[in-house]
């Protein structure tokens, strides 16, 4: 059901049952008569006082309104609730219908709410509800206070909503969440199945990951300078296709939908674990230093192996300890992508006027956002330039600092191994 004014005839046609059943004929008789006069009167009725007292009640936790009223509008015993009116007064009293969206959503999922437990209390029955992207046209806290009042509702009932928004998913209630998407043309549905462990871990690592479940595919990196960096180098990959001039290639991962997730270390297999639950395709960059031992390779290894991207006749096939290239090789066919470190990356392959960039980006980064930059003496002409920013980027590793340097770099001074990662993740 979408939450539109259209809409509000199905809660108060409820209430227009209620407040029939049990307020005598005579008594709304009563305020028909003094209607064009005394159009409040319908106010003064205990259960439309109740009703209001429970509308309040709930506003108190969540809005500045002052107060509601019910006004009818018809003068006929037969049509008195049917066309009622919902005043608000929030410093200025006027029909809900003229009042901002967030204000007119407010009202409908309160009177939704208060429904509930009438039925409840009343009938002795359960209802469900199904919401339609309640979310449209509301600010961020606006569409925070909307998921406590949906929550809210659900003491009563059960409420189900579909939403574009990452504020109305709480994701310490990962289990609540259902993504739905598409596959060989038809509607899938994918439920999180996580064990408690991982669970907990991604309570407490997951922040800010809501986004993922509106990805159509995922770069899980190491740490936070690549998180920054790789979405704004993304918007310098256009390309123009063979096929004609105009025709244009845009990689940009928010023209994708493409999210980055900072795999924060050792936790990035949470991540894995999550994104293989939602059925969302993915890439991996791990700084090849994780593995640079046979020990660390065969430990990299059986974590694939544990996450199922990996076979166990593939391992075979590789060997223990693997050689470096054929575990890198066949690591890529699989969309993971062993790589020098971040700082190594910039450092090593640009030439001198990339590196004054890289620079320039620093500097900003440390004088318009008052980072304290360990290392900071690019001055000094004593070290090599490749040397000083290699030494910068792997004290400093900060999501500003990546994505003031991507933002400085043209399309052709990103480093090769990276376009590719952006070109495929983008594609796949």
Partial sequence: MEIAPIRWKSPLKYFKEIIIKKTPQDKLNEVIQEINSIKKTLSEIPEVQDIVKALITIFKDQTDLKNISFSPVSTKYSDILNEMKILIDDGY??????????????????LFRVMAKY????????????????????????????????????????????????????????DSIIRIGKENNSTKRYKINLTPKVKKILEVEGRDLQEMFFA????IVEGATEEGFFPEASRKVIEKSRESIQKKENYSFDYNSVSVINGR????????????NINTPFIILVDEDKVSNDKDKNSFLDKLKECEL??????????????????????????????????????????????????????????????????????????????????????????????????????????EEYIKIIKKVSKL
């Avoid at 046209?137 to 929550?151: A, E, N, T």
């Avoid at 159509?216 to 770069?219: D, F, N």
């Avoid at 270390?265 to 293989?276: P, Q």
Wanted: proline share 4%.
């Fill in 93 to 110: 009293l006027t029909e809900v219908s003229k009042k901002g969206l967030g204000t007119q959503n407010l009202i409908i999922i309160s």
């Fill in 119 to 174: 039925i409840r209390d009343e009938e002795k029955k359960f209802i469900i509800y199904g919401i339609d992207e309640p979310e449209i046209g509301l600010h961020p806290h606006s569409q925070r206070q909307l998921i406590f009042s949906l929550k809210n509702l659900s003491e009563y009932s059960q409420v189900i909503i579909t939403t574009h928004s990452e504020n109305l998913l709480d994701i310490t209630q990962i």
């Fill in 216 to 219: 159509k595919s995922c770069l």
């Fill in 265 to 276: 270390g050792d936790n990035l297999w949470v991540f894995i674990k999550l994104l293989k």
């Fill in 310 to 415: 990996i076979k166990e006749e593939e391992l075979q096939n590789l060997g223990k300890p693997p050689n470096d290239n054929d575990f890198k090789n066949i690591l890529k066919k699989k969309n993971i992508f062993i790589l020098p470190p971040f700082e190594e990356m910039i450092s090593k392959n640009l030439n001198e006027n990339a590196l004054q960039k890289v620079k320039k980006a620093i500097n900003f980064v440390k004088e318009q956002w008052g980072y304290e930059i360990e290392n900071m003496d690019l001055q000094d002409d004593s070290t090599d330039l490749k040397e000083k920013i290699f030494k910068l980027l792997k004290k400093n590793k900060r999501w500003r600092i990546g994505r003031a340097i991507a933002k400085e770099l043209e399309y052709n001074e990103i480093p």
